[in-house]
């Protein structure tokens, strides 16, 4: 079947230290990845994506770069801010699927 | 443009009593789906339609949830017979099709509490 399993959080760094969340996933074939981020009070919103082995995505200094041969799509940032405090979901599109599969979320506080 | 919007809110519920939950996607996005998010979980898929129909409903747990879009446009979840279980906030989200590359967009969700 298909799944996500997220580094459990929550997470609290201090401003400008480096950031990696965990993501594995399980899943038939070559699926699509994504992460999104939920800030405080509002919707999921997309971060960045990746739909095919190798891909990187990229977004407002965040990366994540989609290996079929770990299963993984971590996300790493290199100095965060106190902005980037929200919970972070994995998640994956089988192919030729059309429903999310997401991880649990993980909760990142940055603090000055 | 105006995102993904879903009403009400907050919706708080007795036991037993019937529900609807609202969402209006994005102006054009052919694709509509509900999930429901539970407390410290991620989102998990309950029903998708492609215009007007429900072409995969696998994630809806029981016959007591229904949803509807019989416009192509606004959908509307329905529980009937509300149980405490049901408490949870269910987001609905849009895209411009199906197409497994498309980047779905979310409303803020309707959070349902029953009492």
């Known amino acids: 079947g298909n799944s996500v399993t997220q580094m459990e959080g929550p997470v609290t760094l201090s401003e400008e230290a480096f950031l990696t969340i965990n993501c594995t996933y399980t899943?038939?074939?070559?699926?699509?990845l994504f992460w999104y981020v939920q800030y405080p009070g509002e919707g999921l919103q997309l971060l960045l994506k990746?739909?095919?082995?190798?891909d990187k995505g990229s977004n407002k200094g965040f990366e994540a770069t989609y290996r079929k041969e770990t299963t993984s799509f971590h996300l790493e940032k290199g100095s965060v801010q106190v902005s980037d405090s929200a919970v972070y979901f994995c998640?994956?599109?089988?192919?030729?699927?059309?429903?999310?599969?997401f991880g649990t979320g993980t909760s990142l506080t940055v603090i000055p | 443009g105006a995102g993904v919007s879903q009403t009400p809110s907050n919706k708080v519920t007795e036991k037993g009593k019937y529900v609807e939950l609202r969402c209006d996607p994005i102006?054009?996005?052919?694709?509509l789906y509900w999930y429901r998010q539970s407390l410290g979980q991620g989102p998990e898929f309950l029903i998708y339609?492609?215009?007007?129909?429900?072409?995969?409903d696998s994630g809806l747990p029981n016959d007591r949830f229904f949803a509807v879009r019989p416009e192509g446009s606004v959908s509307t979840l329905k529980i009937q017979r509300t149980e405490r279980g049901d408490s949870a906030v269910y987001l609905c989200a849009s895209s411009l099709s199906g197409t497994s590359g498309n980047e779905q967009f979310f409303g803020p969700g309707t959070r349902l509490t029953v009492l």
């Open positions: 102006s054009g996005h052919t694709a």
């Open positions: 998640a994956l599109r089988p192919p030729g699927g059309n429903q999310f599969y």
């Open positions: 899943a038939t074939g070559y699926p699509s």
């Open positions: 990746a739909t095919k082995a190798d």
């Open positions: 339609f492609q215009g007007t129909g429900a072409a995969d």
